[in-house]
């Protein structure tokens, strides 16, 4: 429920502003997507950011009810804490049967599985720990390469070339190649 241009919810500084869309302008975004739908399995799930903001439980409260009734399948619960107070008192004051609520603890990770799971949270997005994870992997492979003028002590540390064959799908480019290259 940001305006646009959204900046990213977990930037830190007293320069960072997380402005968010008038209550009834968000609501009527939820509404034509909900309007528009084509596929009975697509779903609107209506990201909620006043935790970002800096507003409070009752605005969150407010923002999330009024996007549910707008016809939201799912609300996204959002915070940049480093503990999951906010989630935890939001998860505590929903009313569940309006809809299943999201949440992402990129930032409220030591929170156990199973507190997420007592509050009754529908879904957990692990956000960016694998693209986190590959730049670290990245950045040390580089440095070690840097350092080293060579592959050799990293060649057994990395994905074989046949795994990325795999993922981009190269068996389909194959059967794509012997059906369209003349």
């Not at 994870?133 to 390469?145: F, K, Y």
């Amino acid at each position: 429920d940001k305006l646009f241009p959204k900046t990213n919810s977990l930037l830190e500084g007293d320069d960072i502003r997380q402005p968010l869309a008038p209550i009834a302008e968000f609501c009527g975004k939820i509404d034509a997507c909900k309007q528009s739908q084509t596929d009975p399995a697509f779903q609107v799930v209506a990201r909620v950011e006043a935790f970002i903001a800096g507003w409070g439980l009752d605005a969150v409260l407010e923002r999330s009810h009024a996007y549910a009734d707008a016809g939201a399948d799912a609300i996204l619960m959002h915070s940049k804490r480093g503990d999951s107070s906010e989630i935890e008192s939001f998860m505590n004051a929903w009313d569940h049967s309006k809809a299943p609520v999201v949440i992402v603890p990129t930032k409220y990770y030591t929170t156990p599985t199973d507190d997420i799971r007592k509050w009754g949270t529908s879904m957990v997005i692990w956000a960016n720990h694998n693209m986190r994870a590959a730049v670290s992997a990245m950045q040390h492979t580089s440095n070690t390469i840097y350092a080293e003028e060579s592959l050799v002590s990293i060649e057994g540390n990395v994905a074989p070339v046949k795994e990325i064959f795999r993922i981009q799908g190269e068996d389909e480019l194959r059967v794509a190649e012997k059906k369209w290259l003349r």
